[in-house]
C-alpha cells in the first residue's frame, strides 16, 4: 500500500531564517506530488505541484520554493521566512498515468509552521 | 481567476439533525472531489462526482453534482459527533491541479 510522510509535524522558526520541509511517497511510481498551505481555520491554498523529477510548478508568487529531486520526494524550501508564511504545510501525491485528471489527492499528516 | 466557494463557513448542529454545504465554482467543472478534514488532521478524500447531476451516497452521506457542473451539495442525514470536522470541496483546474473551496466547519453538539 502506498504511504506518505511528511516531517517535521511541527516547527518554530524565527523570521529571516531558512526553511526545508521534506516530503517523500512509498509504494508508488511517478506520483503527482503537490505542496498546500493552510491558514489557520481557513481553505487549502496550492503552492507548488510537480508531475515528475526536477519539473515543478508554481501556483503563488512568493518567498518559497520547491524540488523534487527525486521521483518520490517532494522539498518545499525558503531562504529567508516571514511572519506571513506561518501556516499548515500539507504534502499530497496523486496517482499519475491513466485516468491522471480524475486521481484522488491523499495527503500527509502535515506540518504545523509558526513564525516568530 | 477560478474560484470555489462553500456555504455557509460554519455550521452547528445537534446531533441527529441534518446538515447541508453547498460548493458554488465561478467556471463550470470537470469533476468535483469532496473531502473530510478533521480537527487537527488532514484532509481525507471522500467521494468524486463527475457526470452532469450526479448523485452518490455513502451511508448517510449524500452527494450532488449539478446539472451545469458548476456547483455540488454534500448532505449528511442524522449528524453524528464523529461528523466533526471540515468539509471541501475541490473542482478541477487542468488536468493536474484542483482549486479547493473555502470549506464549511460543521460542529455537531451531543
Known amino acids: 500500500s502506498q504511504t506518505i510522510h511528511q516531517w517535521p509535524a511541527t516547527l518554530v522558526q524565527p523570521v529571516g531564517s531558512p526553511l526545508s520541509l521534506e516530503c517523500t511517497v512509498e509504494?508508488?511510481?511517478?506520483?503527482?506530488l503537490y505542496w498546500y498551505r493552510q491558514a489557520a481555520g481557513r481553505g487549502l491554498q496550492l503552492l507548488f505541484y510537480?508531475?515528475?523529477?526536477?519539473?515543478i510548478s508554481s501556483e503563488v508568487p512568493q518567498n518559497l520554493s520547491a524540488s523534487r529531486p527525486q521521483d518520490r520526494q517532494f522539498i518545499l524550501s525558503s531562504k529567508k521566512l516571514l511572519l506571513s508564511d506561518s501556516g499548515f504545510y500539507l504534502c499530497?501525491?496523486?496517482?499519475?498515468?491513466?485516468?491522471?485528471?480524475?486521481?484522488?489527492?491523499?495527503f500527509g499528516d502535515g506540518t504545523r509552521l509558526s513564525i516568530l | 481567476g477560478q474560484q470555489v466557494m462553500q456555504i455557509p463557513q460554519y455550521q452547528h448542529v445537534q446531533e441527529g439533525e441534518d446538515f447541508t454545504t453547498y460548493c458554488n465554482s465561478s467556471?463550470?467543472?470537470?469533476?468535483i472531489q469532496w473531502y473530510k478534514q478533521r480537527p487537527g488532521g488532514h484532509p481525507v478524500f471522500l467521494i468524486q462526482?463527475?457526470?452532469?447531476?450526479e448523485v452518490k451516497k455513502q451511508k448517510r452521506l449524500t452527494f450532488q453534482f449539478g446539472e451545469a457542473k458548476k456547483n455540488s451539495s454534500l448532505h449528511i442525514t442524522a449528524t453524528q459527533t464523529t461528523d466533526v470536522g471540515t468539509y471541501f470541496c475541490?473542482?478541477?483546474?487542468?488536468?493536474?491541479?484542483?482549486?479547493f473551496g473555502t470549506g464549511t466547519r460543521l460542529k455537531v453538539l451531543a
Open positions: 499530497a501525491w496523486s496517482r499519475s498515468g491513466f485516468d491522471v485528471s480524475n486521481q484522488p489527492q491523499h
Open positions: 509504494g508508488t511510481s511517478n506520483p503527482n
Open positions: 510537480s508531475v515528475g523529477i526536477g519539473q
Open positions: 467556471t463550470t467543472l470537470s469533476n
Open positions: 475541490a473542482g478541477r483546474s487542468g488536468t493536474y491541479k484542483y482549486i
Open positions: 462526482l463527475v457526470k452532469s447531476g
